[in-house]
């Protein structure tokens, strides 16, 4: 029902908040369907991060959308056409929640009884991402850091000079908010380690982690001063952060490779497999999260940093 | 009546992915389109985690004694393109900032318009 929202409505503010509470909404939702690590970043990502981004990009563009002067009859005639396309497809789809179906017939089995075994992380979850499907979170990882590098290619020619005062992100004018929001920051840091070093037993990975450390520090930059954030973070550090992690990553690779096993096999780095593959695990997650922290923090300082439309 | 109660979940994603497809092809501010996509997007991993989903199951996290889980790999893609959307999604803002200094508008019309005048 948000989601009808979000396609009536014409100003563009209120449409990004209703897209945050969808966000939130949708987290619900795979918390029901046992998905809870998804749900975490979900929550962290699409409540917190993208909600920040887009508004940042409005108050750089405009808030008002015009009105639309397309024919409404041709899109919305492709959208039943493919809705109802998509339906008669579902007829042969196996019933919701039916432990018989092709789904669960393949892989996912052998994950669930033998993955606690070989790699002593009970998280199944967790053991799929960094350890056997680790070359997918390889790639993932390197598409996050190339969009990162390329947000700040693109910023940063309209990044505003030192001298240039009046920050639109900044929320420091709030007394009240900007002591709450101190008590917090501590919290969701430690919450973020939390995240990082419990991943391999509770929800969590350094996917999460990333992202929630990332908003708390995004959080700081909004209530204390885009300026302070951003002398504690310069983008050379960033960049060298962003890439350490993706080395880190690869770096275990290449480790793997000299000590006589398969590229990302963590068995061979410790004489017992399973203490391998919890290392592995380990360093890997590690690389993720900094990447991820990284690119998220530039990402933000980018948006903030660029000068206002004249 | 029972069909609808098997495939009730793939209904509303394929309801959720219709708006955010209409969105898309029929607005013409730019970062509407961007978040039409998003919603799309989001149907696509509901599409996915429930196709995880096991009656009776638990998340995917072993515990002692016997239990039944849900599927765990649709959670690790789901998961790992979450992440990848965000950032997908902060290149699309950061193009449409740039496009927004080249035209000074983020309506898809006028740019065309400026586009022919040239």
Same mark, same amino acid.
């Given at each position: 029902m948000v989601a009808i929202a979000v396609a009536v409505m014409r100003d563009l503010f209120a449409i990004v908040m209703?897209?945050?509470?969808?966000?939130?909404?949708?987290?619900?939702?795979? !918390?029901?369907?046992? &998905?809870?690590? @998804?749900a975490f970043t979900e929550a962290a990502v699409g409540a917190g991060i993208s909600t920040i981004l887009i508004l940042s990009t409005l108050a750089l563009t405009s808030r008002e959308e015009k009105k639309s002067t397309h024919s409404r009859f041709l899109p919305l005639l492709v959208v039943l056409v493919t809705g109802a396309t998509l339906v008669y497809g579902t007829l042969d789809m196996p019933a919701f929640s039916d432990p018989q179906a092709p789904v669960h017939q393949h892989v996912a089995p052998r994950y669930l009884d033998q993955a606690q075994q070989e790699t002593g992380v009970p998280n199944i979850?967790?053991?799929?991402?960094?350890?056997?499907?680790?070359?997918?979170? $390889?790639?993932? @990882?390197? !598409?996050?850091?190339?969009?990162? +590098? &390329?947000? $700040?290619?693109?910023?940063?020619a309209f990044r505003h000079r030192e001298d240039e005062a009046?920050?639109?992100?900044?929320?420091s004018h709030h007394p009240v908010l900007k002591y709450v929001a101190r008590l917090m920051i501590p919290f969701i840091l430690l919450f973020a380690l939390y995240v990082q070093f419990h991943g391999d037993y509770g929800p969590g990975g350094g996917f999460q982690a990333g992202v929630i450390f990332a908003a708390g520090f995004i959080l700081y930059g909004l209530v204390v001063g885009i300026d302070k954030t951003r002398s504690m973070f310069s983008d050379s !550090?960033?960049?060298? /952060? $962003?890439?350490?992690? /993706?080395?880190?990553? +690869?770096?275990?690779?290449?480790?793997?490779?000299? /000590?006589?096993?398969?590229?990302?096999?963590?068995?061979?780095?410790?004489?017992?497999? !399973?203490?391998?593959?919890?290392w592995g695990i380990f360093l890997v997650e590690l690389g993720v999260g900094i990447? @991820?922290?990284?690119?998220? +923090?530039? $990402?933000?300082? &980018?948006f903030s940093e660029v000068r206002r439309p004249e | 009546?029972?069909?609808?109660?098997?495939?009730?979940?793939?209904?509303?994603?394929?309801?959720?992915?219709?708006?955010?497809?209409?969105?898309?092809?029929? =607005?013409?501010?730019?970062?509407?389109?961007?978040?039409?996509?998003?919603?799309? =997007?989001?149907?696509?991993?509901?599409?996915?985690?429930?196709?995880g989903k096991v009656k009776g199951g638990t998340a995917p996290i072993i515990v002692a004694g016997d239990a039944s889980y849900s599927n765990p790999l649709p959670h690790v893609l789901i998961l790992t393109a979450i992440v990848v959307g965000v950032a997908t999604t902060a290149l699309a803002m950061a193009l449409i900032i740039r496009i927004r200094k080249a035209y000074g508008t983020i309506e898809e019309q006028d740019i065309h318009e400026q586009d022919a005048s040239l």
């Open positions: 209703l897209f945050g509470i969808y966000s939130l909404l949708t987290a619900g939702i795979f !918390v029901s369907l046992d &998905a809870v690590d @998804v979850v967790t053991a799929v991402l960094a350890s056997y499907r680790s070359y997918d979170t $390889m790639g993932e @990882v390197t !598409v996050i850091f190339t969009a990162g +590098i &390329a947000v $700040m290619l693109l910023l940063s009046g920050n639109l992100n900044d929320l !550090v960033l960049r060298w /952060l $962003m890439a350490s992690g /993706l080395l880190l990553y +690869i770096g275990v690779g290449v480790v793997t490779l000299l /000590l006589g096993g398969e590229f990302l096999n963590y068995n061979v780095l410790a004489a017992d497999q !399973v203490k391998g593959q919890h990447t @991820v922290t990284a690119t998220m +923090i530039a $990402m933000f300082l &980018a | 009546m029972s069909t609808f109660i098997d495939l009730y979940n793939y209904w509303i994603f394929i309801f959720l992915m219709m708006i955010g497809f209409y969105i898309v092809i029929a =607005q013409g501010n730019l970062v509407k389109k961007i978040i039409g996509l998003n919603i799309f =997007q989001t149907a696509v991993f509901l599409l996915y985690i429930s196709m």
